[in-house]
């Protein structure tokens, strides 16, 4: 059934807060510069202090996963020109934030009230804290945003399907505009133990995804935040349109509880349905932002995945992983990586794989080794990248992003 | 009911306040919720805090008539002195 024409969805503004730092031009430049944010096999936001951008009450108010989210809400805002005023009626912007978990420290610090001094004990914040819809909830109360307002949580996939989802909520006419994104903030001992106790983890605390050495991911916090807008009412309103969300996949490997499909079959579909959507090929892109998570399993097959969709232009088009710098940060993956593709696409240049040195046999791709490289395109007028985000439980999502 | 206890159920309510984000020169006896900006979920965790100091439950048809920052106090005091 051929698709019918839909709205053109375009990004107005963006917003991080990552291990390198508060900001998207600072993840951009640093990540480019092959700065990388490690310390003791983790990757923290370690800079980041709630009360520097958030009153006491609104801080209090907030679990670590939902303060990312607030403060790259903030600068995403800005950056689309909505600091001062939404440019549309309320009721027709929404809200789709992902996350891995949600406010798991909150849910760890209470667990911990309850089991040393009681119910009584356990705060009235507890839940709202939390939940995992907590994020979008605090954007729409900050934002007044009063459209469709909710999370989404699909693990590892969960920032790439949030984009997905207000992109089509936007083609739908569910909303003119749509703050999306993801956050995450799971650094605490139970999230940790649980990881490692399934050697997801690195046990040498290295990211270094498609290398032949990886031996897990290191985990990351963070968010990141995209103003998605629907390109006609962007452009009307003279807004500078940082790029086009072109495409959006989504698929399950309907394999296991955890461990990808090593054929790559439900990612390379991922890619495919995206590249459809965005009624381009193979032969029109330019960059792949991998998923790349430095484990054995997901490496492989992404490579596998890679080959299948984009066929003879896999060994051509550059390909490199965001977790190199920043390691993995699970729900906000997809949305930290989409704005850094959106930045990479805007300077033509592919960021590096860092610490890649020594290849695995069959996984023959242009990782962009350690050093980042001039993006060469296909067309002048344009760069376009797939970004790639897969989920524990077999969650494929692809984003087919494009700047002038 | 010594002045040492009022004092100290003062203390409770006020520095309770401080903590979720009330401004210390707002925190007056005549003070309202609403002035101040302290919602039913603050109130919930002042009724926590004010228990396990002063072993005085404050609950939902309490809070009720409790809508000033002394309207508490004088509630926790009478309540403490019973």
Known sequence: MPRRELPDVVVTGIGAVTPLGVGASTLHDRWTAGASAFRDGEAPCADFEPTDHLSMKEARRADRFTQFGVVASDEALRSAGWADELPYDPFRIGCVLGTGIGGIGTLEGNHDKLRDKGARDVSPLAIPLMMSNAGSAALSLRHGLKGPIFSVVSACAAGGHAIGTAMRAIQCGDAQAVVTGGSEAALTPLSRASFASMSA???????????????????????????????????????????????????????????????????????????????????????????????????????????????????????????????????????????????????RISPPTLGYDEPEDGMDLDYVPNFAQPMTTASDERAVALSNSFGFGGHNVTLCLETA | MSTTTTNEIENTVIESLKTFGAKAEDITRDATWEAIDVDSLDLAELAQVVEDEHGVKMEGDDMKHIKTVGDAIDFITEKKAA
């Open chain 1, 201 to 347: 983890l690195s046990p040498t605390g290295v990211s270094r995804p498609f290398d032949n050495r990886r031996d897990g991911f290191v985990m990351g916090e963070g968010a990141a935040v995209l103003v998605l807008e629907d390109g006609e009412s962007a452009r009307a309103r003279g807004a500078t349109i940082l790029a086009t969300v072109r495409g959006y996949g989504a698929t399950g490997d309907a394999h296991h509880l955890t461990a990808p499909d090593s054929e790559g079959a439900g990612g390379a579909r991922a890619m495919m349905l995206a590249m459809a959507d965005a009624g381009l090929t193979a032969a029109d892109i330019d960059y792949v932002n991998a998923h790349g998570t430095s484990t054995q399993l997901n490496d492989r097959a992404e490579t596998a995945a890679l080959k299948i969709a984009l066929g003879d232009y896999a060994r051509k088009i550059p390909v490199s992983s965001t977790k190199s710098a920043i390691g993995h940060l699970l729900g906000a993956a997809g949305a930290v990586e989409a704005v850094a593709t959106v930045q990479a696409l805007r300077d």
